[in-house]
T-cell receptor, first 111, second 112 residues
């Protein structure tokens, strides 16, 4: 039940935008997004609990399409500090207490 | 500064040793988690404790034994580990399950 993420990796220049997608083959209860920098612990970005919900802070936002069992993370006007690996974590409606992480998307922002 | 503290930061042990990993949080969280993470892979869920009771065991081998002595502490007891168990072990906590998780810095475990 691991979610699928795309792309696997992306390289951006500062100021460019990126979208990371996360999808599941099963009905989702929630989607979580985390960023992990090299050698550090994962850091929580946001959680989406309702279909259609969009959340964001600063220039990072996310949407959740419950019908399609998909979520997307939007990074606008990227900064060097956005570099890292982005993981989506999904909890199924049948086991909402278990969050399983996708394989990750490596994002590199270059000057 | 991390609000979830894990000790030790590094651990090297032989396959016949017994050791324990410790995790502590003082945020009043009632859900705590153990994850295993290999290089360039996502954190892999091992155990979930909810209100000090084990609620999820992801078919983890019995050589890993979790313990939650109180709402602030989580231990992972290790015995007779294999070389493939070498990894970063992350502890996390959240207010309750399915809420934002706060991760510790992890214990890097090497099995000789």
């Amino acid at each position: 039940q691991q979610p699928v993420q795309s792309p696997q990796a992306v390289i951006l220049r500062e100021g460019e935008d990126a979208v990371i997608n996360c999808s599941s083959s099963k009905a989702l209860y929630s989607v979580h997004w985390y960023r992990q920098k090299h050698g550090e612990a994962p850091v929580f970005l946001m959680i989406l609990l309702k279909g259609g919900e969009q959340k964001g802070h600063d220039k990072i936002s996310a949407s959740f399409n419950e019908k399609k069992q998909q979520s997307s993370l939007y990074l606008t006007a990227s900064q060097l500090s956005y570099s890292g690996t982005y993981f989506c974590g999904t909890a199924l409606k049948t086991s909402y207490d278990k969050v399983i992480f996708g394989p990750g998307t490596s994002l590199s922002v270059i000057p | 500064d991390t609000e979830v503290t894990q000790t030790p930061k590094h651990l090297v042990m032989g396959m016949t040793n017994k050791k324990s990993l410790k995790c502590e949080q003082h945020m009043g969280h009632r859900a705590m988690y153990w994850y295993k993470q290999k290089a360039k892979k996502p954190p892999e869920l091992m155990f979930v404790y909810s209100y000090e009771k084990l609620s999820i065991n992801e078919s983890v081998p019995s050589r890993f034994s979790p313990e939650c002595p109180n709402s602030s502490l989580l231990n992972l007891h290790l015995h007779a580990l294999q070389p493939e168990d070498s990894a970063l072990y992350l502890c996390a906590s959240s207010q309750v399950v399915n809420q934002p998780q706060h991760f510790g810095d992890g214990t890097r475990l090497s099995i000789l």
